[in-house]
């Protein structure tokens, strides 16, 4: 899968905004300090579209689908910020509010499917453990829908497999029973967090078919987080770049994989490998992620940032709108053309 | 700093800190055990200085005083000094548990050691050995040799020993079993070292700190089963102060003496509250974060 | 089903075991066992007739075959003072027994899960230090001083419960073992209770929880069917390596509330010196505990299906 075939899979979105996040903020308890986790990040997402959510191991982006289901670590907070699912703010909801749209609404998926499934319990009733809470059904109704459902992410033999346990699964099939569980009470948004991660890549592969064409068959919206560009490539529709618990850069796949505006973008993509460009060699992003409890002022990539400059260290960086529908930190972001330029070669 | 909600940030995960942070008196729990401990077995040890009465010694004149400035907690029914009497029964009683808490854990080590370093049919026959003795109940079984060695100290120090080995030599051998298989074994093997070698200067000093966490929860249980034995009249011979029996003689009275019967409960309940924040304290601080 | 079986076979040896040192205890007496036993009854024609009758003349070899051989039958010995088969005697006293173990196992989770809850729920918060504190206390505390003192309590300042004995019928039954086995619980206790709000602590912090949360499932039935389903595995083994104590614990419990049971039967043969009945009940316990741990081990495999296919 190329970058030129971008979100081809997923199909366009069919408009009305389904999800809408705003000057999202989590911050975490520790002993050495307060951690600024998710520190002012605001998307949105259409219905029916898929949007990436990329950036690397805490830069935010678990944290971020967390808030938004409200299924943080204890010692996390939202400290401000508006979470609107079809308008209506989530943050301010109790518990038993939450669990009224968890299922229903908006439903997620995991990383490991070996530890996000309840090892004693079978997974046909996992399955349809949603619709009996949820949707009132019976005990029979239930099963039948959680073999429907089996059916649908393509779990073969769906009967017997019913009352199997986790543990006699093998991962790309756990992952199927993890999808299937959050598509059981037809949620309009589903929430990923790495779920192809922990995959080879050929399992990988069927289930970014699988979401995607169940993203285009009922309409359902995915946030997609993965630190894989090429999965992202392959999924979505547009895309958000994490750096240090902030959106530094957010637009459609295309533009941003292809044509990057901000230098920490352009280093992503300069450190995946990919066969369409001839590149000496791979560049990898010097330097470490920043420290979340005291992070650098200015713009917290300025001290890896090939092109920093004297008000990078100072000034603050909120996203800014460009044409076309992009968005980026970046106060230079001209830089990254430029570099671009001496890159494609024939 | 950003302004923080205001309905604050829940407790923390606890973080492993290097040991040289985690000092024992930092530790409020495992502080407060010290001291009681501390206390109590000043206590013992001064004994016979903290009171001038005499034990033994029965007065009938002076049954069954209430509590008064000449007998803090009275007398009991053949007039001895209650007070004077708990903290020699203490005394006898703490001796007896400390000491014999001693043989079952040499015991108890080095059959764990050898069972889990060696592993193969010595293991097996050891714990086939640790099933048999699993098998009876603590109680019965030390009840029962008691019985057939005949009451006294001897008995009860061999009777425990025969029992109590078993949970020393299961905790040493998993740790073993684990530990063996570190680089520093290896290490020690392939320069020739010595099984015996290897286990008491290497692997041993490394595992032990289990067991003697363990052993402070022992000792709590050897104290239970000397006032049990006691209360039954199978323990230390009266009219050496004791404990168990002190509690037996006082039950009679509970109706208008209860200080007779609560009072050495209570001493007890003391011992085994300080024993088990010691070793609650210790567990914490060499494997801190294990509740 | 080979579960079953493999636990079955390990236990044989055992078996056999509990049975030599049963039988070896007759030989740790000091002096002639004969004549130690009958004390100012050793008569010569008596201590004739011990002998005679545990073959203490022979070799130890064919003294255990003969030992083995009356077991099989279901002998027990004589009993030395009631001049009836140990094993009859055995046999009427077992049910009262039975009836504290399996009371008290109900208190003792019945009184446990809840502390324990209670104590995961809000981890290093007031409650949990509480709860904690509870072991720390109850572990030092002698099983019959706590009787004696809610005897008094329940028994004698209020007619709540009678002061002992085992009641008759069923409610009675209920009625007059609910202090003692509540006592018996009260011991259990600690060990449980530490183990559960570890292994609830555990349970709470594991992806699936979150899962289950993110699935919207109301506060109970997560309770319920994720986190205590998933919490109570380790504490069985705890459990189950407790049912020692458990079982031992009835003897004294036995003695201080008249409880017509095996523990207060073997009390009183020692006193009466009445061996072959103390050999006897100290088989049986053994035999009891080994069964129940088996049934500790069935239902940790009933209750995590990981542990049923691992060969």
Same mark, same amino acid.
């Given at each position: ?52 959510l ?55 998926i ?65 992952q ?49 987080v ?7 490539a ?64 200015g ?39 430029e ?8 | ?24 008196? @930092? ?6 055990? $010290? ?5 109590? *077995?000043? !206590? #013992?040890?001064? %004994?016979? &200085? ?41 005394r ?18 080095v ?32 009840i ?25 030599? @299961? ?6 079993? $684990? ?5 520093? *074994?290896? !290490? #020690?093997?392939? %320069?020739? &070292? ?55 003689d ?42 | ?47 004739a ?12 070899v064919s ?87 809610l ?13 002992s ?36 602590l ?18 109970p039935?997560?309770f ?51 061996f ?34 691992d060969?």
């Amino acid at each position: 899968m190329t970058i030129g075939d971008a979100g081809a899979l997923s199909g366009a979105g069919t408009g009305g905004t389904v999800l809408e996040v705003r000057d999202l903020r989590v911050r975490i308890a520790a002993r050495h300090g307060t951690v600024r986790a998710v520190d002012g990040v605001s998307l949105e997402v259409a219905r029916g579209e898929a949007v990436g959510l990329v950036g690397e191991s805490g830069s935010g982006k678990s944290m971020t689908l967390r808030a938004i289901l409200g299924v943080l670590p204890p010692e996390a907070k939202v400290t401000s910020g508006q979470i609107l699912l079809d308008g209506v703010d989530l943050v301010p909801l109790s518990n038993s509010d939450l669990n009224r749209i968890r299922g229903p609404k908006i439903s997620m998926i995991f990383q490991e499917p070996m530890s996000a499934l309840n090892p004693v319990m079978r997974v046909g009733y996992q399955i349809a453990e949603g619709p009996r809470v949820h949707l009132g059904y019976s005990k029979a109704q239930a099963a039948e829908r959680a073999l429907e459902l089996m059916r649908r992410v393509g779990i073969p033999d769906p009967e017997r497999r019913f009352r199997a346990y986790p543990h006699e699964f093998s991962g790309g099939m756990r992952q199927r029973v993890m999808i299937a569980i959050a598509l059981s009470c037809e949620p309009e948004i589903i929430l990923c967090d790495e779920p192809t991660t922990a995959l080879d890549v050929t399992i990988q592969d069927q289930i970014l078919r699988l979401l995607a064409s169940l993203c285009r068959e009922s309409g359902v919206s995915l946030i997609f987080v993965t630190h894989d560009l090429p999965v992202v490539a392959q999924l979505c529709q547009r895309v958000a770049v994490m750096y240090g618990g902030e959106l530094v850069e957010r637009g459609h796949v295309h533009d941003v994989l292809l044509d990057p505006r901000h230098p920490y973008t352009l280093g992503l993509v300069r450190s995946a490998p990919d066969v369409e460009y001839v590149r000496e060699s791979l560049v990898p992003i010097p330097g470490s992620p920043p420290s979340l409890v005291s992070p650098p002022s200015g713009c917290r990539f300025h001290p890896r940032c090939a092109f920093v400059e004297q008000d990078c260290r100072v000034q603050p960086t909120p996203l800014r709108e460009l044409p076309g529908g992009r968005y980026t930190a970046c106060l230079h972001y001209e830089r990254c053309e430029e570099a671009l330029a001496d890159r494609i070669r024939p | 700093m950003s302004a923080i909600s205001a309905d604050g940030l829940m407790a923390v995960e606890r973080q492993v800190a290097p040991r040289s942070v985690r000092r024992w008196y @930092r530790q409020p729990a495992l502080a407060f055990g $010290v001291v009681l401990l501390g206390l109590i *077995v000043i !206590a #013992a040890v001064l %004994g016979p &200085l903290l009171s001038p009465y005499n034990p033994i010694t029965q007065n009938l004149g002076q049954t069954l005083l209430g509590p008064s400035a000449h007998h803090l907690v009275g007398t009991d029914q053949l007039g001895r000094d209650t007070f004077t009497r708990l903290l020699y029964g203490l005394r006898n009683d703490l001796r007896i548990a400390f000491l014999a808490v001693v043989s079952p854990f040499c015991i108890g080590v080095v059959l764990g050691s050898i069972s889990g370093y060696f592993g193969g049919w010595v293991d097996a026959v050891i714990m086939r050995l640790v099933d048999i003795v699993v098998a009876f109940p603590f109680y019965v079984l030390v009840i029962a040799l008691v019985f057939v060695l005949g009451p006294g100290q001897r008995s009860i120090y061999i009777a425990i020993t025969l029992v109590g080995w078993v949970s020393y030599a @299961r905790i040493i051998r998993s740790e073993i079993l $684990v530990a063996k298989r570190q680089d520093y *074994v290896l !290490a #020690a093997q392939s %320069g020739g &070292l010595s099984a015996v070698r290897i286990m008491a200067r290497h692997l041993l000093p490394n595992v032990v700190s289990q067991a003697i966490i363990y052993g402070m929860s022992d000792i709590v249980q050897d104290i239970l089963a000397i006032v049990a034995l006691g209360y039954f009249g199978l323990g230390i011979p009266p009219p050496t102060p004791d404990l168990g029996s002190m509690i037996n003689d006082g039950q009679n009275f509970m109706t208008t003496h209860w200080q007779l019967t609560t009072f050495p409960g209570l001493v007890v309940v003391l011992v085994g509250l300080s024993l088990s924040l010691i070793g609650d304290g210790l567990a914490d601080i060499i494997r801190p974060g294990q509740a | 089903m080979t579960f079953v079986f493999q636990r079955l076979l390990m236990l044989i040896p055992v078996a056999i075991g509990v049975t030599i040192v049963v039988f070896f205890m007759i030989h740790l007496i000091p002096g002639d066992p004969a004549s130690t036993i009958l004390g100012i009854h050793a008569t010569p024609k008596a201590v004739a007739f011990l002998h005679h009758e545990w073959g203490l003349d022979r070799p130890l070899v064919s003294q255990y075959w003969l030992f083995m051989d009356r077991l099989v039958h279901g002998n027990l010995g004589q009993s030395l003072y009631y001049s009836a088969p140990a094993a009859s005697i055995i046999a009427t006293r077992i049910p009262a027994t039975l009836w504290l173990l399996v009371y008290a196992v109900i208190l003792a989770i019945a009184i446990s899960v809840p502390l324990a809850m209670i104590a995961a729920s809000r981890k290093d918060g007031v409650r949990d230090h509480v709860v904690r504190a509870v072991p720390l206390v109850g572990l030092g505390m002698p099983p019959f001083w706590l009787a004696i003192l809610l005897i008094y309590a329940f028994a004698i300042t209020v007619h709540w419960f009678p002061t002992s004995g085992y009641g008759a019928g069923f409610f009675g039954h209920l009625h007059s073992m609910f202090l003692p086995a509540l006592v018996v619980a009260i011991a259990l206790a600690p060990v449980v209770i530490r183990a559960l709000r570890a292994s609830m602590l555990n349970v709470l912090g594991a992806e699936y929880i979150t899962t289950a949360k993110s699935k919207g499932v109301p506060a109970p039935r997560l309770f319920l069917r994720h986190v205590l389903r998933n919490a109570v595995i380790p504490a069985v083994t705890v459990l189950g390596i407790n049912i020692g104590f458990l079982i031992g614990g009835t003897v004294i419990i036995e003695n201080v509330f008249a409880i017509p049971g095996i523990g207060q039967l073997m009390i009183s043969s020692i006193f009466q010196r009445d061996f072959p009945v103390v050999q006897g009940v100290t088989l049986v316990f053994g035999v009891l505990v080994v069964m129940v741990n088996l049934l500790a081990d069935l239902s940790y495999a009933a209750l995590d299906p990981r542990v049923r296919f691992d060969r």
